[in-house]
Protein backbone atom coordinates (compact mmCIF):
# COMPACT_ATOMS: atom_id res chain seq x y z
CA UNK A 1 0.00 0.00 0.00
CA UNK A 2 0.89 3.78 -0.74
CA UNK A 3 1.35 6.35 2.75
CA UNK A 4 -1.86 7.45 2.94
CA UNK A 5 -3.79 9.97 5.66
CA UNK A 6 -7.11 8.63 6.69
CA UNK A 7 -9.42 11.12 9.12
CA UNK A 8 -13.33 10.63 9.03
CA UNK A 9 -14.35 12.23 12.61
CA UNK A 10 -18.61 11.22 11.87
CA UNK A 11 -20.20 8.70 14.38
CA UNK A 12 -22.37 6.46 13.18
CA UNK A 13 -25.41 5.30 15.17
CA UNK A 14 -26.64 2.68 13.06
CA UNK A 15 -29.68 0.27 13.88
CA UNK A 16 -33.48 0.01 14.44
CA UNK A 17 -35.09 2.86 16.52
CA UNK A 18 -32.11 5.12 16.56
CA UNK A 19 -33.66 7.92 15.33
CA UNK A 20 -35.56 8.21 18.98
CA UNK A 21 -32.33 9.07 20.24
CA UNK A 22 -31.45 11.53 18.16
CA UNK A 23 -32.01 14.61 20.80
CA UNK A 24 -29.77 12.52 22.74
CA UNK A 25 -27.47 12.16 20.59
CA UNK A 26 -27.04 16.15 20.02
CA UNK A 27 -27.60 17.32 23.51
CA UNK A 28 -24.11 15.88 24.13
CA UNK A 29 -22.75 18.47 22.20
CA UNK A 30 -24.70 21.16 24.46
CA UNK A 31 -26.72 22.24 21.51
CA UNK A 32 -29.84 23.97 22.15
CA UNK A 33 -31.14 25.16 18.66
CA UNK A 34 -31.58 22.78 15.80
CA UNK A 35 -32.63 23.45 12.00
CA UNK A 36 -34.26 20.40 10.42
CA UNK A 37 -33.75 20.14 6.75
CA UNK A 38 -36.19 18.22 5.18
CA UNK A 39 -37.54 16.83 1.47
CA UNK A 40 -41.54 16.21 1.09
CA UNK A 41 -44.08 16.28 3.76
CA UNK A 42 -43.62 12.41 3.90
CA UNK A 43 -41.99 12.66 6.89
CA UNK A 44 -44.23 14.33 8.90
CA UNK A 45 -47.36 11.64 7.51
CA UNK A 46 -45.14 8.94 8.17
CA UNK A 47 -44.69 10.00 11.91
CA UNK A 48 -40.99 10.19 11.75
CA UNK A 49 -40.67 14.37 12.23
CA UNK A 50 -42.23 13.84 14.95
CA UNK A 51 -40.60 11.22 16.55
CA UNK A 52 -37.68 13.55 15.92
CA UNK A 53 -39.50 16.73 17.06
CA UNK A 54 -40.14 14.47 20.74
CA UNK A 55 -36.59 14.03 20.93
CA UNK A 56 -35.60 17.05 20.47
CA UNK A 57 -38.08 18.62 23.33
CA UNK A 58 -37.36 15.77 25.63
CA UNK A 59 -33.47 16.96 25.71
CA UNK A 60 -34.77 20.56 25.60
CA UNK A 61 -33.98 21.39 21.99
CA UNK A 62 -35.87 24.16 19.95
CA UNK A 63 -35.90 23.70 16.45
CA UNK A 64 -37.00 25.46 13.21
CA UNK A 65 -37.60 22.95 10.48
CA UNK A 66 -37.18 23.75 6.48
CA UNK A 67 -38.94 21.28 3.87
CA UNK A 68 -39.15 21.20 0.30
CA UNK A 69 -35.30 19.68 -0.98
CA UNK A 70 -35.54 18.47 -4.09
CA UNK A 71 -33.74 15.39 -5.61
CA UNK A 72 -30.94 17.27 -7.09
CA UNK A 73 -30.93 19.99 -4.65
CA UNK A 74 -30.68 23.32 -5.58
CA UNK A 75 -28.35 26.49 -4.28
CA UNK A 76 -31.80 29.06 -3.93
CA UNK A 77 -32.99 26.28 -1.37
CA UNK A 78 -29.66 26.98 0.34
CA UNK A 79 -29.77 30.36 0.49
CA UNK A 80 -33.33 30.34 1.91
CA UNK A 81 -31.78 27.83 4.75
CA UNK A 82 -28.22 29.96 5.71
CA UNK A 83 -30.31 33.23 6.15
CA UNK A 84 -33.10 30.73 8.50
CA UNK A 85 -30.31 29.56 10.33
CA UNK A 86 -28.84 32.77 10.76
CA UNK A 87 -32.18 34.37 11.48
CA UNK A 88 -32.99 31.79 14.24
CA UNK A 89 -29.15 31.65 15.43
CA UNK A 90 -29.71 27.82 15.38
CA UNK A 91 -26.11 26.12 16.11
CA UNK A 92 -27.01 22.81 14.22
CA UNK A 93 -28.27 21.35 11.41
CA UNK A 94 -30.60 18.25 10.78
CA UNK A 95 -30.89 16.31 7.73
CA UNK A 96 -33.97 13.84 7.88
CA UNK A 97 -33.68 12.03 4.45
CA UNK A 98 -31.42 10.86 1.87
CA UNK A 99 -27.88 12.16 0.18
CA UNK A 100 -29.86 15.47 -1.34
CA UNK A 101 -31.13 16.93 2.02
CA UNK A 102 -27.74 16.09 3.78
CA UNK A 103 -26.22 17.58 0.84
CA UNK A 104 -28.14 20.66 1.71
CA UNK A 105 -27.94 20.61 4.89
CA UNK A 106 -24.19 20.61 4.83
CA UNK A 107 -24.16 23.58 2.34
CA UNK A 108 -26.57 25.06 4.96
CA UNK A 109 -24.30 24.73 8.06
CA UNK A 110 -21.22 26.01 6.23
CA UNK A 111 -23.04 29.21 4.56
CA UNK A 112 -24.53 30.23 7.93
CA UNK A 113 -20.70 30.74 9.28
CA UNK A 114 -19.96 32.56 5.96
CA UNK A 115 -19.78 36.43 5.68
CA UNK A 116 -19.82 35.50 1.67
CA UNK A 117 -21.41 33.75 -0.73
CA UNK A 118 -22.21 30.38 -0.12
CA UNK A 119 -21.60 29.57 -3.82
CA UNK A 120 -17.79 30.12 -3.25
CA UNK A 121 -17.41 27.21 -1.75
CA UNK A 122 -18.85 25.29 -4.76
CA UNK A 123 -16.89 28.00 -7.53
CA UNK A 124 -13.51 27.07 -5.46
CA UNK A 125 -13.18 30.72 -3.96
CA UNK A 126 -13.30 29.34 -0.58
CA UNK A 127 -13.23 26.18 1.46
CA UNK A 128 -15.81 25.28 4.13
CA UNK A 129 -13.38 24.98 7.19
CA UNK A 130 -16.05 25.99 9.86
CA UNK A 131 -19.66 25.25 10.13
CA UNK A 132 -22.58 24.55 12.70
CA UNK A 133 -22.82 21.09 13.54
CA UNK A 134 -24.17 18.51 11.16
CA UNK A 135 -26.43 15.65 11.96
CA UNK A 136 -28.66 13.22 9.85
CA UNK A 137 -31.45 10.79 9.98
CA UNK A 138 -30.87 8.65 6.71
CA UNK A 139 -33.80 7.74 4.84
CA UNK A 140 -32.36 6.64 1.92
CA UNK A 141 -28.85 4.91 1.32
CA UNK A 142 -26.73 6.06 -2.10
CA UNK A 143 -25.02 8.89 -1.94
CA UNK A 144 -22.50 7.76 1.31
CA UNK A 145 -23.10 11.51 2.41
CA UNK A 146 -23.30 10.62 5.77
CA UNK A 147 -19.69 9.56 6.32
CA UNK A 148 -18.00 12.51 4.13
CA UNK A 149 -17.77 15.96 3.74
CA UNK A 150 -18.90 16.08 0.01
CA UNK A 151 -22.31 18.09 -0.54
CA UNK A 152 -23.37 18.44 -4.53
CA UNK A 153 -25.69 21.12 -5.31
CA UNK A 154 -26.95 22.73 -8.66
CA UNK A 155 -27.16 26.85 -9.40
CA UNK A 156 -30.06 26.78 -11.22
CA UNK A 157 -29.71 29.95 -13.17
CA UNK A 158 -26.68 28.59 -14.67
CA UNK A 159 -26.87 24.89 -14.73
CA UNK A 160 -23.74 24.55 -12.97
CA UNK A 161 -23.85 21.60 -10.51
CA UNK A 162 -20.64 21.37 -8.29
CA UNK A 163 -19.52 20.28 -4.99
CA UNK A 164 -17.90 21.18 -1.66
CA UNK A 165 -15.68 19.92 0.29
CA UNK A 166 -13.91 20.94 3.56
CA UNK A 167 -13.04 19.88 7.33
CA UNK A 168 -15.89 21.01 9.19
CA UNK A 169 -18.39 19.83 6.92
CA UNK A 170 -18.66 15.92 8.14
CA UNK A 171 -21.81 15.31 9.72
CA UNK A 172 -20.87 15.02 13.52
CA UNK A 173 -23.39 12.23 14.21
CA UNK A 174 -25.57 9.81 11.38
CA UNK A 175 -28.41 7.88 12.29
CA UNK A 176 -28.86 4.93 10.09
CA UNK A 177 -32.01 3.23 10.05
CA UNK A 178 -32.26 0.47 7.71
CA UNK A 179 -36.31 0.19 8.48
CA UNK A 180 -36.45 3.51 7.61
CA UNK A 181 -35.58 2.63 3.87
CA UNK A 182 -37.88 0.22 3.22
CA UNK A 183 -40.53 2.30 1.96
CA UNK A 184 -37.99 3.26 -0.89
CA UNK A 185 -39.40 2.79 -4.54
CA UNK A 186 -37.80 0.01 -6.67
CA UNK A 187 -37.03 2.55 -9.36
CA UNK A 188 -34.80 4.64 -6.65
CA UNK A 189 -33.17 1.29 -5.19
CA UNK A 190 -31.95 0.80 -8.40
CA UNK A 191 -30.43 4.40 -9.09
CA UNK A 192 -28.85 3.94 -5.18
CA UNK A 193 -27.46 0.84 -6.65
CA UNK A 194 -25.77 2.55 -9.64
CA UNK A 195 -24.65 5.43 -7.36
CA UNK A 196 -23.03 2.94 -5.19
CA UNK A 197 -21.61 1.08 -7.94
CA UNK A 198 -20.09 4.23 -9.35
CA UNK A 199 -18.64 5.43 -6.30
CA UNK A 200 -16.59 2.62 -6.04
CA UNK A 201 -15.96 1.55 -9.82
CA UNK A 202 -14.83 5.57 -10.29
CA UNK A 203 -11.56 4.50 -8.31
CA UNK A 204 -11.28 0.94 -9.36
CA UNK A 205 -10.86 1.43 -12.46
CA UNK A 206 -8.97 4.17 -12.51
CA UNK A 207 -6.53 3.73 -9.76
CA UNK A 208 -3.08 2.96 -11.32
CA UNK A 209 -1.88 1.13 -8.05
CA UNK A 210 -4.67 -0.43 -6.66
CA UNK A 211 -3.43 -2.56 -3.54
CA UNK A 212 -5.03 -6.07 -3.12
CA UNK A 213 -6.46 -5.50 0.04
CA UNK A 214 -8.58 -2.90 -1.36
CA UNK A 215 -9.75 -4.39 -4.56
CA UNK A 216 -11.23 -7.26 -2.68
CA UNK A 217 -12.60 -4.67 -0.08
CA UNK A 218 -14.30 -2.66 -3.58
CA UNK A 219 -15.20 -6.52 -5.16
CA UNK A 220 -17.12 -7.31 -1.58
CA UNK A 221 -18.92 -3.91 -1.71
CA UNK A 222 -20.28 -4.32 -5.06
CA UNK A 223 -21.52 -7.80 -4.71
CA UNK A 224 -22.70 -6.96 -1.57
CA UNK A 225 -24.66 -4.33 -3.79
CA UNK A 226 -25.69 -7.04 -6.89
CA UNK A 227 -27.13 -9.54 -4.26
CA UNK A 228 -29.01 -7.25 -1.57
CA UNK A 229 -30.57 -5.29 -4.57
CA UNK A 230 -32.17 -8.34 -5.95
CA UNK A 231 -33.02 -9.17 -2.93
CA UNK A 232 -34.83 -6.03 -2.01
CA UNK A 233 -36.44 -5.73 -5.31
CA UNK A 234 -38.33 -9.39 -4.52
CA UNK A 235 -38.56 -7.84 -0.70
CA UNK A 236 -38.65 -4.28 -0.07
CA UNK A 237 -39.24 -5.28 3.78
CA UNK A 238 -36.19 -7.91 3.75
CA UNK A 239 -34.27 -6.45 6.65
CA UNK A 240 -30.67 -7.70 6.40
CA UNK A 241 -30.66 -7.21 2.84
CA UNK A 242 -31.88 -3.16 3.47
CA UNK A 243 -28.84 -3.09 6.19
CA UNK A 244 -26.03 -4.53 4.34
CA UNK A 245 -27.06 -2.34 1.68
CA UNK A 246 -27.27 0.61 3.87
CA UNK A 247 -23.97 0.13 5.17
CA UNK A 248 -22.34 -1.10 1.91
CA UNK A 249 -23.40 2.44 0.41
CA UNK A 250 -21.72 4.22 3.44
CA UNK A 251 -18.55 2.40 2.67
CA UNK A 252 -18.40 3.19 -0.52
CA UNK A 253 -17.50 6.81 -0.11
CA UNK A 254 -16.56 7.23 3.51
CA UNK A 255 -12.62 7.44 1.81
CA UNK A 256 -11.86 3.94 3.03
CA UNK A 257 -11.54 2.73 -0.07
CA UNK A 258 -9.11 5.37 -0.84
CA UNK A 259 -6.18 3.82 1.73
CA UNK A 260 -2.74 2.96 -0.17
CA UNK A 261 -4.86 3.71 -3.55
CA UNK A 262 -2.69 5.91 -6.41
CA UNK A 263 -4.01 8.21 -8.60
CA UNK A 264 -7.39 7.57 -8.65
CA UNK A 265 -9.96 9.56 -10.66
CA UNK A 266 -13.89 10.15 -10.42
CA UNK A 267 -14.58 10.56 -14.38
CA UNK A 268 -18.47 8.83 -13.98
CA UNK A 269 -19.21 11.73 -11.23
CA UNK A 270 -17.59 14.54 -14.02
CA UNK A 271 -19.37 13.97 -16.58
CA UNK A 272 -22.72 12.81 -14.60
CA UNK A 273 -23.03 15.93 -13.11
CA UNK A 274 -23.47 18.09 -16.00
CA UNK A 275 -26.81 15.59 -16.87
CA UNK A 276 -28.27 15.77 -14.21
CA UNK A 277 -28.11 19.54 -13.72
CA UNK A 278 -29.44 20.31 -17.23
CA UNK A 279 -32.21 17.60 -17.39
CA UNK A 280 -33.33 17.37 -13.82
CA UNK A 281 -32.29 13.40 -14.32
CA UNK A 282 -31.89 11.24 -11.29
CA UNK A 283 -27.95 11.16 -10.42
CA UNK A 284 -28.04 7.27 -9.90
CA UNK A 285 -29.61 7.43 -13.51
CA UNK A 286 -27.36 9.49 -15.16
CA UNK A 287 -25.06 7.46 -13.58
CA UNK A 288 -25.79 3.81 -15.03
CA UNK A 289 -26.02 5.17 -18.86
CA UNK A 290 -22.42 6.60 -18.52
CA UNK A 291 -20.86 4.36 -16.58
CA UNK A 292 -20.98 1.24 -19.33
CA UNK A 293 -20.21 4.25 -22.25
CA UNK A 294 -17.37 5.42 -20.51
CA UNK A 295 -16.02 1.88 -19.33
CA UNK A 296 -15.62 1.51 -23.18
CA UNK A 297 -13.48 4.01 -23.47
CA UNK A 298 -11.25 3.76 -20.10
CA UNK A 299 -11.15 -0.43 -20.66
CA UNK A 300 -7.81 -0.25 -22.67
CA UNK A 301 -5.78 1.92 -20.02
CA UNK A 302 -5.94 -0.45 -17.63
CA UNK A 303 -7.28 -3.47 -19.36
CA UNK A 304 -5.86 -6.17 -16.65
CA UNK A 305 -8.29 -4.07 -14.54
CA UNK A 306 -11.31 -4.49 -16.40
CA UNK A 307 -10.56 -8.05 -16.97
CA UNK A 308 -10.30 -8.79 -13.09
CA UNK A 309 -13.97 -7.22 -12.82
CA UNK A 310 -15.37 -9.13 -15.49
CA UNK A 311 -14.10 -12.19 -13.51
CA UNK A 312 -14.63 -11.27 -10.07
CA UNK A 313 -17.86 -9.33 -10.58
CA UNK A 314 -19.75 -11.58 -13.43
CA UNK A 315 -17.81 -14.57 -14.02
CA UNK A 316 -17.17 -13.79 -17.70
CA UNK A 317 -13.67 -13.29 -19.38
CA UNK A 318 -12.73 -10.23 -21.17
CA UNK A 319 -13.24 -6.72 -20.36
CA UNK A 320 -15.88 -6.13 -22.94
CA UNK A 321 -18.00 -9.09 -22.06
CA UNK A 322 -17.96 -7.63 -18.16
CA UNK A 323 -19.16 -4.38 -19.23
CA UNK A 324 -21.96 -5.59 -21.05
CA UNK A 325 -22.61 -7.56 -18.18
CA UNK A 326 -22.89 -4.96 -15.99
CA UNK A 327 -25.03 -3.12 -18.53
CA UNK A 328 -27.32 -5.96 -18.74
CA UNK A 329 -27.69 -5.76 -14.67
CA UNK A 330 -28.55 -2.38 -14.88
CA UNK A 331 -31.01 -3.07 -17.22
CA UNK A 332 -32.36 -6.15 -15.21
CA UNK A 333 -33.03 -3.62 -11.86
CA UNK A 334 -34.35 -1.07 -13.99
CA UNK A 335 -31.76 1.92 -14.36
CA UNK A 336 -31.49 3.94 -17.97
CA UNK A 337 -28.60 2.40 -19.78
CA UNK A 338 -28.75 4.64 -23.11
CA UNK A 339 -29.18 8.03 -23.76
CA UNK A 340 -33.02 7.61 -24.96
CA UNK A 341 -33.97 6.01 -21.84
CA UNK A 342 -32.93 8.84 -20.17
CA UNK A 343 -34.80 11.16 -22.40
CA UNK A 344 -31.95 12.54 -23.35
CA UNK A 345 -31.87 14.07 -27.08
CA UNK A 346 -29.16 13.13 -28.81
CA UNK A 347 -28.77 16.02 -30.65
CA UNK A 348 -27.64 17.63 -27.66
CA UNK A 349 -24.89 16.11 -27.47
CA UNK A 350 -22.21 19.05 -28.99
CA UNK A 351 -23.59 21.81 -26.67
CA UNK A 352 -22.70 18.54 -23.61
CA UNK A 353 -19.12 18.23 -24.88
CA UNK A 354 -18.71 22.09 -25.20
CA UNK A 355 -20.36 23.02 -21.84
CA UNK A 356 -17.84 19.85 -19.74
CA UNK A 357 -14.84 21.10 -21.98
CA UNK A 358 -15.10 24.31 -20.12
CA UNK A 359 -15.73 23.05 -17.44
CA UNK A 360 -12.51 21.03 -17.26
CA UNK A 361 -10.79 23.99 -18.69
CA UNK A 362 -11.91 26.13 -15.48
CA UNK A 363 -10.74 22.96 -13.12
CA UNK A 364 -7.38 22.66 -14.76
CA UNK A 365 -8.32 18.98 -15.74
CA UNK A 366 -8.83 20.01 -19.74
CA UNK A 367 -5.54 17.46 -20.11
CA UNK A 368 -7.62 14.62 -19.07
CA UNK A 369 -11.32 15.81 -20.04
CA UNK A 370 -10.81 16.57 -23.59
CA UNK A 371 -13.37 17.42 -25.71
CA UNK A 372 -12.32 14.34 -27.88
CA UNK A 373 -13.20 11.95 -24.24
CA UNK A 374 -15.92 13.70 -23.49
CA UNK A 375 -17.59 12.88 -27.17
CA UNK A 376 -16.48 9.54 -27.05
CA UNK A 377 -18.29 8.75 -24.05
CA UNK A 378 -21.55 10.16 -25.25
CA UNK A 379 -21.58 8.77 -28.80
CA UNK A 380 -21.25 5.30 -26.37
CA UNK A 381 -24.22 6.05 -24.80
CA UNK A 382 -26.39 6.30 -27.73
Known amino acids: MKDFTFFNPTRIEFGKDKEENIGQYISEYGLKKVLIVYGSERI ?54 GGSVLD ?7 GAVYEGDVWDFFSFKAVPNEALKIFDIMTLAATGSEMNNLAVVTKEETKEKFSLRGSATFPTVSVINPKLQASVTNEYLAYSASDIFAHSLDLYLTATYLPEYIAGYVENILKTVVRTTETLLNDSEDYEARAEFAWAATQALNFTTFCGVENNRYDTHFLEHTLSAEYNIAHGAGLSILMPAWMKWQKNLLPERFERFARKMFDVEGAGSGIEALKQWYSKIGAPVTLKEGNIPEEDIPMLVEKLSGL ?23
Open 44 to 97: KKNGLFEKVAKSLSDKGISYEELGGVVSNPVLSKVYEGVELAKSTKADAVLAVG
Open 360 to 382: AKMMGADGLYTADMINTVFQNAK
Open 104 to 110: SSKAIAA
